[in-house]
């Protein structure tokens, strides 16, 4: 995933929260972040 502030990352977990979905992401640097996806302005990256 790639986001706008942070950068690349491998996510590491997912949940449904509520109508949301709540990821972690391990960013190289940065450490690992919990983010909502409705917020976090996530982009998946190619395969």
Do not use: Y
């Amino acid at each position: 995933m790639r986001h706008p502030l942070f950068g690349e990352g491998t996510v590491i977990e997912s949940k449904v929260t509520n109508d949301d979905e709540e990821v972690k992401v391990a960013f190289p640097g940065k450490g690992i972040k919990t983010l909502l996806a409705s917020f976090a302005k996530l982009q998946k990256l190619s395969d």
